[in-house]
């Protein structure tokens, strides 16, 4: 709000704010300040995700009728027992700080959460004294479609992908790997149809694991910047918001985007405490 009032433009790093009403007060500011905030959804400029956004465009999916996510993350601090951090002050604000990510994605393919219905589990107590689940089970009603949303932190095992069925064909996101596939009906029947897609999805798998290799190796020995995952997502998400801005255009993920996800996130916790009463 100081920088909006000082006449300046502002990338935010998600989450823009930890309620709705502050992100409506933000957004007031920017309107009288006549500036634009953007909000750094890195996730949703992850080279596999825009994929899976221009094929939606292109129609190969069709109309989207289902989103489902399984966001499986390690958090160290949590079995190190260093739960002075933020995140653990409050049992939504793992919501707020891991969970922006995958809502931002869910959010961009079907719009806002309508209704939520939530299942918590993994319930300890922390070294602050504070109440901490780690897994989360999410049916989310969507503007345009319904998503389930499996979220679980303090895994030995990091898994992130999103798998959206349309109506006319389906796709997988690998969030970590960087790897996308699209399967949809070949002109072949039976087993053959099933053969044709399974080497379209191996090539796809295939291809994006040597694109990523060639990158991580360009990137190490210092011929292009670094190629990870993340490194990416993040350079695009800047350089949007800096391109809008030359444009004078409004930045392709800013208040409304991000006032969405602070939304479901409030909706969530909400449908949480109503399943522990």
């Given at each position: 709000?100081?920088?909006?009032?000082?006449?300046?433009?502002?990338?935010?790093?998600?989450?823009?704010?930890?309620?709705?009403?502050?992100?409506?007060?933000?957004?007031?500011?920017?309107?009288?300040?006549?500036?634009?905030?953007?909000?750094?959804?890195?996730?949703?400029?992850?080279?596999?995700?825009?994929?899976?956004?221009q094929d939606i465009q292109a129609r190969k999916l069709g109309a989207i009728e289902n989103v489902q996510v399984c966001t499986n993350v390690a958090l160290p601090q949590?079995?190190?027992?260093?739960?002075?951090?933020?995140?653990?002050?409050?049992?939504?604000?793992?919501?707020?700080?891991?969970?922006?990510?995958?809502?931002?994605?869910?959010?961009?393919?079907i719009g806002p959460v309508d209704a939520v219905r939530t299942l918590v589990s993994g319930r300890v107590v922390l070294n602050n004294g504070s109440e901490f689940f780690d897994t989360w089970q999410m049916l989310l009603s969507c503007q345009r479609a319904a998503a389930q949303w499996y979220f679980s932190v303090g895994r030995n095992l990091p898994h992130e992908c999103i798998h959206v069925v349309g109506q006319d064909?389906?796709?997988?996101?690998?969030?970590?790997?960087?790897?996308?596939?699209?399967?949809?009906?070949?002109?072949?029947?039976?087993?053959?149809?099933?053969?044709?897609?399974?080497?379209?999805?191996?090539?796809?798998?295939?291809?994006?694991?040597?694109?990523?290799?060639?990158?991580?190796?360009?990137?190490?020995?210092?011929?292009?910047?670094?190629?990870?995952?993340?490194?990416?997502?993040?350079?695009?998400?800047?350089?949007?918001?800096h391109d809008a801005i030359r444009r004078n255009e409004k930045p392709p993920v800013g208040i409304t985007e991000s006032t969405a996800v602070i939304h479901a996130c409030q909706q969530i916790m909400a449908a949480a405490g109503r399943q522990e009463k």
């Open positions: 709000v100081e920088c909006l009032n000082r006449g300046w433009h502002v990338l935010v790093e998600k989450p823009l704010a930890t309620t709705v009403e502050e992100c409506l007060e933000i957004e007031a500011v920017a309107a009288r300040a006549g500036r634009f905030v953007g909000v750094n959804h890195n996730t949703t400029f992850l080279p596999c995700f825009l994929q899976l956004i949590l079995a190190a027992g260093q739960h002075g951090y933020w995140f653990f002050a409050s049992p939504g604000n793992i919501l707020l700080e891991l969970g922006s990510h995958p809502l931002s994605a869910i959010i961009r393919l064909g389906a796709a997988v996101v690998d969030l970590l790997r960087n790897t996308y596939t699209f399967s949809n009906r070949t002109r072949f029947v039976g087993a053959v149809d099933n053969l044709v897609d399974a080497w379209r999805r191996s090539c796809s798998y295939l291809g994006g694991g040597l694109h990523n290799v060639t990158g991580y190796a360009v990137g190490f020995l210092g011929i292009k910047d670094t190629s990870d995952i993340f490194s990416v997502g993040m350079r695009k998400s800047i350089a949007a918001f």
